[in-house]
């Protein structure tokens, strides 16, 4: 089948950095994202890598490595407003647009 | 604001009764998704719409009922629900897929909460 794992819980302080693994199993791939979902908010896109390396905007990175079927979101300079779920999703059909594998999420408690 | 307008937010319905939960986007889109959330699990894709016509239907139970009268709007068309049935209903669009970034950007709206009775 087709899967994505990740931690269901992470706990940092503020200030911190924290770093959110994900690996997938799927059929087909070509591209790995993150969405961010507060408590009763939509999922929103947070960043997109579909070659192998870091792609940084502002306070967030992302990273993926092909090869090992694995990416990361890294979270600097943690704020409490960063508390929230956190979603790896693969993208594994190509030309299908917004047809995702999601995986369960992340829940980012964020301590002062 | 996503751009991606669901209601009702919540919805409380019987097993027999008939409802509908509505869709609508306003970023220009031509593709538009039903995915469920349930407590602890991925979000799941249900259905998906290209230019109106239905590309996916992922193995659904018939007594989800999708439509999609253009490419603004969307419904999911409820009936003899069952209580495993409720969860955080998610609409969302994109772009059509076109490979590379844009296609893979899609844009929730926050949901329809669903509790079945």
């Known amino acids: 089948g087709q899967s994505l794992e990740q931690p269901s819980e992470v706990t940092a302080v503020e200030g911190a950095i924290v770093q959110i693994n994900c690996t997938y199993q799927t059929s087909g791939f070509y591209g790995l994202s993150w969405y961010q979902q507060h408590d009763g908010g939509a999922p929103t896109f947070l960043s997109y890598?579909?070659?192998?390396g870091l792609e940084e905007t502002g306070r967030f990175s992302s990273f993926l490595s092909r090869s090992d079927s694995y990416g990361y979101l890294l979270l600097q300079e943690l704020q409490m407003k960063d508390s929230a779920s956190y979603f790896c999703a693969a993208a594994p059909y190509y030309n299908q647009g917004g047809k995702l594998i999601f995986g369960q999420g992340t829940e980012l408690s964020v301590k002062p | 604001e996503t751009g991606v307008t669901q209601t009702p937010r919540h919805l409380v319905m019987g097993m027999t009764n008939k409802k509908s939960l509505k869709c609508e986007q306003h970023l220009g889109h031509n593709a538009m998704y039903w995915y469920k959330q349930s407590a602890k699990k991925p979000l799941e894709l249900m259905f998906v719409y290209n230019f109106k016509e239905q590309t996916e239907n992922n193995s659904v139970p018939s007594r989800f009922s999708p439509e999609c009268p253009n490419s603004s709007h969307l419904f999911l068309h409820l009936h003899t629900l069952q209580p495993e049935d409720s969860a955080l209903y998610l609409c969302?669009?994109?772009?059509?897929?076109?490979?590379?970034?844009?296609?893979?950007?899609?844009?929730f709206g926050e949901g329809s909460w669903l509790t079945v009775v």
């Open positions: 890598n579909a070659l192998d």
């Open positions: 969302a669009s994109s772009l059509p897929g076109k490979g590379g970034d844009s296609g893979n950007t899609i844009y």
